[in-house]
């Protein structure tokens, strides 16, 4: 059974950094790209970044670009997401995703976490 679960959410200050981590477990890891989204209430869930099976290869939505940074550790089956300069817009749930391959599209993903909150507020 695939299962993905996410860590590292947190309330932090703008300004603040965090890191999210994504561990896969029920598939072989390195054959999977791994992306990140995010949601909240009043928008529908959002492409943020995307790592290919070796990590050569990275998108990310304009807004972050340049403030976040996907890696991936396949000894370890984990998905990062290192969050710097966070701005009360990066407000929402983020869930990391598995797919064939690296897209910034929901629809290339074929199983999902359960999400971790990321509050950014003063």
């Known amino acids: 059974q695939v299962q993905l679960t996410e860590s590292g959410g947190g309330l932090v200050e703008p300004g603040a950094s965090l890191t999210l981590s994504c561990v896969l477990s029920?598939?072989?890891?390195?054959?999977?790209?791994v992306g990140w989204f995010r949601q909240t209430p009043e928008k529908e869930r959002e492409f943020v970044a995307t790592?290919?099976?070796?990590?050569?290869?990275?998108y990310y939505r304009d807004s972050v670009e340049g403030r976040f940074t996907i890696s991936r550790d396949n000894v370890k089956n984990t998905v990062y997401l290192q969050m710097n300069s966070l701005k009360s817009e990066d407000t929402a749930i983020y869930y990391c995703?598995?797919?064939?391959?690296?897209?910034?599209?929901?629809?290339?993903?074929?199983?999902w976490g359960q999400g971790t909150q990321v509050t950014v507020s003063s």
């Open positions: 790592i290919s099976w070796s990590g050569g290869t990275t």
């Open positions: 995703a598995t797919g064939k391959g690296v897209t910034t599209q929901k629809a290339g993903y074929d199983h």
């Open positions: 029920g598939r072989p890891f390195r054959s999977y790209a």
